[in-house]
């Protein structure tokens, strides 16, 4: 589901998606909007497209009354909370902070979600639907993963509650990262104009003024590549990366990891390590401009590792590569974008968590950009 050519596949959902959202703000020209907010629906939405074919609006609030972006802040608060059962295991079982019992509690609520939605797949599991869903060309990541649990003979059998698993893996992993960098993104630029001068430049240039973003321009925007690799330099969506423990005790740099060590990889101050970045606290995206080849986000370059290395490396770069610039973009090149009291400092400061969140959430004014109505709609 997440290699490049399922995802050359399925690039109708995100262009409808993103088309979805550019008309959205267009219809709202003028008015303040939360591009944290604005970003996360369009990534959810085109995540649950591929995952199962459709989206969870309407759907989350029905079933348990609050949101699924609410439901993912939630989980991402827990996550990064410091608990002291990690520190004294002894004490996990009291759960002194009461993090495991909110934790279930939101899982819960993200179960009944995707509990729904696979019961919903297998109603129309009749004799006629699965004739037609197994002539379908293709087959959505759930129906592929119903299909492999109904074959009994498979050597590893899967269960529903595996199902459910992955799916919220790749929610959780996929949708605030991603919005998040979107929304930094757009920060640093708006704190550096030059930079979103440069940006809507090469938009004009590789897009024009007269036509609307296509995934087939984001090879051609070097210079918006460049911005999104300073934001993930300056701006680690994961700043610790996912924690480690190594199954043996092992050496690394002359020092002792003990077997069963949790090990966290501090990638916020290795990419603003002096010895390593000229000027690093500074948004400079031309930085990777120069010598781009020994820039990539495969982990190979230990000095810049914003979705990690190896083998738990993140399994979602081909989607945000594309999805990053794609929606970005998009927005940049069909609206100009104000704060909404012009001359205000922006608040960079940032939200300690396993995701890194801004403190405040960034709203923004945006103005009509293109000559011709009809590429809003
Ligand atoms: C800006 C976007 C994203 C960033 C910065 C990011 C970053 C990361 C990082 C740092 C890790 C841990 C790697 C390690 O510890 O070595 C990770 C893991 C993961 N990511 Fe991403 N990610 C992004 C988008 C996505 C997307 C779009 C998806 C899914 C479609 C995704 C799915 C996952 C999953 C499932 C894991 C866990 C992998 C494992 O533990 O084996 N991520 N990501």
Known sequence: MLSNNILDRCHAHRRYEVRKTITNVYNKIGTPMDIGKLSFQTELNVMTRSLWGNTIEGLEDSVTGVSFRELSNEVMRLLGKPNISDFFPVLARFDIQGVEREMKKVFLSVDQILDRIIEQRMKLDTAKEKRASNNREEKDFLQFLLDVKEQETTETPI????????????????????????????????????????????????????????????????????????????????????????????????????????????????????????????????????????????????????????????????LAERMLIYLLASLLHSFDWQLITKGEDLDLSEQFGIVLKRRTPLIVVPTKRLPNSALYA
């Not at 090879?219 to 924690?243: F, G, H, S």
């Not at 101050?269 to 820039?295: C, G, I, Q, V």
């Open 159 to 318: 269960t529903r509650t595996q199902i459910k698993a992955m799916l919220l893996d790749i929610l959780v992993g996929g949708t605030d990262t991603t919005a998040t960098t979107i929304e930094w993104a757009m920060a640093e630029m708006m704190s550096n104009p030059e930079t979103m001068r440069k940006a809507q430049e090469e938009l004009a240039d590789v897009v024009g003024m007269t036509n609307i973003v296509e995934e087939s321009h984001l090879p051609k925007l070097k210079y918006m590549d460049a911005v999104m690799k300073e934001t993930l330099r300056l701006r680690p969506a994961v700043p610790l990366l996912v924690p480690k423990c190594p199954s043996e005790s092992c050496t690394v740099g002359g020092y002792t990891v003990p077997k069963g060590a949790k090990v966290f990889l501090n990638v916020w101050a290795m990419h603003r390590d002096p010895k390593y970045w000229n000027n690093p606290s500074e948004f400079k995206p031309e930085r990777f401009l120069t010598d781009s080849s020994r820039w990539d986000y495969r982990g190979n370059n230990f000095q810049y590792l914003p979705f990690g290395s190896g083998r738990r490396v993140c399994p979602g770069i081909p």
